[in-house]
C-alpha cells in the first residue's frame, strides 16, 4: 500500500534561518506531488506541484521553493524565513490520473519566530 | 483561474440534525468536486467526491449534490455525531492532462453538540 511520510511534525525557526521540510512517498511510482499551506484559518493554498523529477512548477510567488531530487521525494526549501512563512504545510501526492484522490502527510506546523 | 468560496465558516447543529455546507466555483470547466474532513491537528482525508456528470451522489449519512448550470455544490450530513466535528474543504479541479489541480475552498468548521 502506498504511504508519504512528512518531517519534522514541528518546526520552530528564527528569521532569517534557512528552512528544508521533506516529503517522501512509497508505494507507488511516478506519482504527482504537492506543497499546500494552510494559514491559521484559511484554507488550503497550493504552492507548488510536480509532475516528475526536476519538474517544479509555482502557484504563488513567495519566499520559498521546491526541489524532486527523486521520482518520490518532494523537498520544500528557503533561503531566509519570513515571519509570514509560519503556517501548516502539507505535502501531497496523487496518481497520475486525472481526478483521482490526493492523499495527504501529516503536515509541518511552522512557526517563524 | 479557479477560485472557490465556502460558505458557512463555522456551523454548529445538535446531535442528529442536518449540515449543510455550500460551495460556489468560478471556471466553468473543473469537472472534479472533492471534500475533504480535517480533524484537528491531523491531515485532510477524502470523504466524497464528485464528477461534473453526475448531480448528486450519496455515501450513507453524506451526501454531495451538484449544479453545473450554477456552478455550486454541496456536502449534506443527515443525523450528525459528535464524531463528525471537523473542518470540512471542498475543492474543484480544472480537467488539467496528468495531474489535478485542486482549488479548496477556505473551509467550515463543523461542530455537533451532543
Known amino acids: 500500500s502506498q504511504t508519504i511520510h512528512q518531517w519534522p511534525a514541528t518546526l520552530v525557526q528564527p528569521v532569517g534561518s534557512p528552512l528544508s521540510l521533506e516529503c517522501t512517498v512509497e508505494g507507488t511510482s511516478n506519482p504527482n506531488l504537492y506543497w499546500y499551506r494552510q494559514a491559521a484559518g484559511r484554507g488550503l493554498q497550493l504552492l507548488f506541484y510536480?509532475?516528475?523529477?526536476?519538474?517544479i512548477s509555482s502557484e504563488v510567488p513567495q519566499n520559498l521553493s521546491a526541489s524532486r531530487p527523486q521520482d518520490r521525494q518532494f523537498i520544500l526549501s528557503s533561503k531566509k524565513l519570513l515571519l509570514s512563512d509560519s503556517g501548516f504545510y502539507l505535502c501531497?501526492?496523487?496518481?497520475?490520473?486525472?481526478?483521482?484522490?490526493?492523499?495527504f502527510g501529516q503536515g509541518t506546523r511552522l512557526t517563524v519566530v | 483561474g479557479e477560485n472557490v468560496e465556502q460558505h458557512p465558516s463555522t456551523l454548529s447543529v445538535q446531535e442528529g440534525d442536518s449540515a449543510v455546507i455550500k460551495c460556489t466555483y468560478s471556471?466553468?470547466?473543473?469537472?472534479?468536486f472533492p471534500w475533504y474532513k480535517q480533524e484537528l491537528g491531523k491531515r485532510p482525508q477524502l470523504i466524497i467526491d464528485?464528477?461534473?456528470?453526475?448531480g448528486e451522489k450519496k455515501d450513507q449519512r453524506i451526501a454531495v449534490t451538484l449544479n453545473k448550470t450554477a456552478k455550486h455544490f454541496s456536502l449534506h450530513i443527515t443525523e450528525t455525531q459528535p464524531e463528525d466535528s471537523a473542518v470540512y474543504f471542498c475543492?474543484?479541479?480544472?480537467?488539467?492532462?496528468?495531474?489535478?489541480?485542486?482549488?479548496f475552498g477556505t473551509g467550515t468548521r463543523l461542530l455537533v453538540s451532543p
Open positions: 464528485i464528477r461534473s456528470n453526475v
Open positions: 501531497a501526492w496523487s496518481g497520475g490520473q486525472l481526478n483521482t484522490e490526493a492523499f
Open positions: 471556471d466553468s470547466a473543473s469537472n472534479y
Open positions: 510536480s509532475v516528475g523529477i526536476g519538474q
Open positions: 475543492a474543484a479541479s480544472p480537467p488539467l492532462t496528468g495531474f489535478q489541480k485542486l482549488v
